[in-house]
Structure formats: C-alpha cells, structure tokens
C-alpha cells in the first residue's frame, strides 16, 4: 500500500496537458482583454468586400505605447452567447480574408501589423467549404510572405493549426508560456493515431505543442512569460508582459526595409523543419 | 480446417489479390494488366485511382529528360513521436522499405513536350502523401530551382493534409512551401497546381490552392476539413458531390478539370502560351 502511494508520487505528471488546460481556461485573457489593457484608439474595420464580416476575426487601427500599428485577430467570447456570436474564434474564409485585407491596408498607411492568434481552429462547416476555406488560408500564407511591413505574431491562448497560422506568418512568433499551438487538436490527433479522443493527454505531450518545446524547434522566437497561475490569475500583469514583448519587437523591426522584411521572413520559415540527410 | 485446404484457400486469395484490382468507387473488378494499361483508371466508371510518383512523371515528362533532385532528404523523427502502433522512426522506416522511395514527394526537373518545367509529385503511398519537414523542404528546394532558373513550376498533389507525427514542424512546412510559390509570385514565374485524389487538409490549405492554375482530375476529393467533422459540426448530411474536384469548379475554385490520359496535351497546350 505505502509502496504504491510512494509510486503515485513519482509518476511524472503530464506537463503538455497540464498546460492545454491553462491555455482552455475560462478566465484566460482573451483579444477583447488585450483591447481594453493596452490598445488605444481603436478604430475596428469590417467586412472582407466579398461576402460578409466575420465576427471571428476583427481587426482595426490601434495604438500601443506610442506606436500605431494594424490589429488582427481571432476573437472568442467570455460567455456562451458572445462565443455563439463569434463562433468560438473559428473563423470562416471570410474572417481570412478580411485579415488579408487589412494586412494590405497596413502597407498603404505604413504600419506594423499585430495579429493576436487564439483559435480551436478555422471554422470546419459546410459554407467555410463553399466558399473556399483552404484557398483562404493558403493565399494568406502567400500573400503575408510578401507583405512589406513587419508582422508581429502572437499566440495567446489556443494556436490551431491551419486557421491560427493563417494569421501567423510573421517576421516575429510569439507565445504566452501557457499557450498552444499544433498542427493538431491533441483530442483529434488521439482520435486518429490512438484511435480515442481519450488519449488527448498523451497525443498532447507527443505533438510538442508547448512554448518550451516550440522555442527548442525553432518555430517560435520567444515566449511571453505568464504571471502566477497563468495568464488568467493576472490579466493586468500579463497584459503588460504583453506590452512590452510587441514593443520590443516594434522596435526590432522598424528600421528594416519591405525588402529586408520579406527576405528575413522567407529566410526564417524556409528554416523550418527537422529532415535527415541519407548518406 | 485441414491444412490442405486452408493452403489452397490462401493461394486462391494471394492469386486473385495478383491478377485482379477491385475499383473503390464502383467495386467492379478489373484485370489488373487492364487497369494498369488504362492508368490505373477504372474503365467501367471512370474514377481515377492513385498511382505512384514515378508511374506520374513517366505519363507526363518526356522520355529521358527527367533528373531528380534531392533524393538525400529524408524524413527524421524529431519529436520521437510514439503512439499506439510503436514509434514514428520504425514506421518511416518500414514505409521507405515498402514503398521504395524516401519521401512523400519526387522532385526534379524535365521537358513537358519540349519545354523545360520543374515539377513535383506527391505520392499518396507514403504516409499518406502526407506533407512533413522534409516533403515541405524539398517542395521548396525545387521551387527556389525554379526561381533561379526562371522555369514554370508545377506541383502534382496527393495528401491527407500535414504529417501529424511531426507536430507544429509539419504545420510550418506549408508557410515555408507559400513562401516559395510567392517568390516565384514576385518573380513572374508561372506555377501550375494539380489537385489529385485526395489532395486535403494542410496540403489543400497551402501550395495545392495557390496555382496560378488549379487544375484537377475528374473526381478528386479536395477540401479543408473532413467529411465527418463537418457532418459533426452542422449536424446534417452533405450533399454527395461535396468536395469533389466538380464542386470546386462550380464554386470558382479549380480551372479545369482534365483526365489523366489528357494530362500531358493540356499541359503542353498551356506551356506553349508562355514559353511563345
């Protein structure tokens, strides 16, 4: 009995699921947080000009510090009813495609573009098919890599795969040190390669999906640390650790020209990628 | 059972798995010799089956004109990824072995009718045709290729999506593959995507939907989310052509959709409007 207890206590916790948990909190600060701490002046932008406004993804003019800058990103609720009205942050090809033209905008007016990323993933529905939602994200991925400002990227809360990199591929990626971000839900990828969705806590530690892991792969280039708990014990302090890391990087980038910006961005993800070279 | 017969029942079975292909759509069964001499095309319905990267580059690039590059990438298990069925290393390595090529993509550069292209060709019986580190580094490695060079760049698709073994690093391979098609953008330079069956998933959502010209064989499933997920998440059944290289081009998003026996004289066709 006492042996097995002492067994208990040694068994290493799961430290990836521990983390998909904090990343899924209810109090976790979310965009409209981030709005209201350390944005100023925003003036919200609708609308894609094909179709219709995603209430998923928002974006706008915004200031922080003494920086005007391009916001973009993924917005979930804090309720039930906010979350129905945005979807939970899944955006549609509409919500992409909005991003992508206020990325545009950015360059007209000469701004940094900020995208917060905080999404389960792109919206998997009937109309997102219709209307294209893979040639959304795949022209976002083409077109951010020739965008002539910089692009500061940040994971908030939940990277999902193609529909949070759809807004991610920024000169500087960033992570909260209790985010996520993963080809894969680990509860999808237990599904298939465990064949059980209750096998999320063990396809979580294998897919790497923490920010520790991700600065070790070089997907990422810095982690915004947490306070306390995590991020939702003290939305001021992580706000202004938030804060700073963006103007830290503003400032990083400002002086590199369209086309340093554009070759160091496609130097950084033609980086990407782990292969072996066969004698 | 005794034993002779169970040995002939098993010679039977190894036998007609020899001499017969069963098509996934109609269920007919076709003598494989006329399967293969068809494309591996069912000649009853007409569905296109997969077929292997280099049975596609024989079909399409002109005798003796094709050279491969980068056969030294190979995949790496990075993340020591284990599941259920053992570790991702033993897997790449029995996939290698069965398959006999090293990765879920044939680069390399050839004539098409005479004129010089650089083309990529997915293989669907590896892994899935599933897009990792390095299928993403040597799409992007023929693409810089094609840059350098100033040649038309195509790109045959055949995947599950990203290689979920290899986490966010498969992730990050479609940016890293975008990011080439958009220089060869900047530059001018034609590039020419071809949606096979099933081309879904990361793959769709990056370099297969960014073609200059999207073309498609008849009946390839093409989408982003999967048919159950989507059916879990409206909660009702969808329509049977969904996702089908035909809803595509209704919905404006593929610009033809060619046969496989066609595939080589619409090329040409194509290429001769830019290399005028």
Redesign the interface.
Known sequence: MAKSKVKKTEEPVNKAWEIVKISRHSNRPILQDYLNLIFTNFIELHGDRYFSDDKAMIGGFAQIGKHKIMLIGHNKGKTTNENIERNFGMAKPDGYRKALRLMKLAERFNLPVITIIDTPGAFPGLEAEERGQAEAIAKNLTEMASVKVPIISIVIGEGGSGGALGIGVGNKVLMLSNAIYSVISPEGCASILWRDAKFAPDAAEALNLTADSLLKLGVIDEIIPEPGEGAHSDHKKMAENVKKAIINNIELLKNLSSEELIDSRFEKFSGIGKYSIKS | MPWHVHKTEEKRKVKKEELWVKCKKCNAHIYKVDWKKNLEVCPKCNYHGSISSWDRIGLLIDKNTFEEFN??????D??K?????GSYKDKIDETIKKVGI?EAVITGSGKINGINVVIAVMDFRFFGGSL???T??KI?RASNYAYDNNLPYIIISASGG???????????????T??????L??KNIPYISILTNPTT??V???????GDLNISEPGAL?????RR??EQ??GEK?PDD??TAEYLVE???VDAIVERRDMKSFLGNVLAYYNH
């Open positions: 056969t030294e990438i190979i995949p790496e990075s993340l990824f284990n599941d259920l069925k090293s990792g580190s390095a993403g580094e992007l990203a290689r979920m073994q290899e986490g966010a690093l498969s992730l990050m391979q479609m940016a890293k975008c990011a080439g098609i958009a220089r953008n900047r998933g990361g769709s959502a990056s370099y297969a939907m960014m093409i989408g982003f989310a999967g997920v989507i998440t409206i969808l969904f996702q919905h404006g998003f």
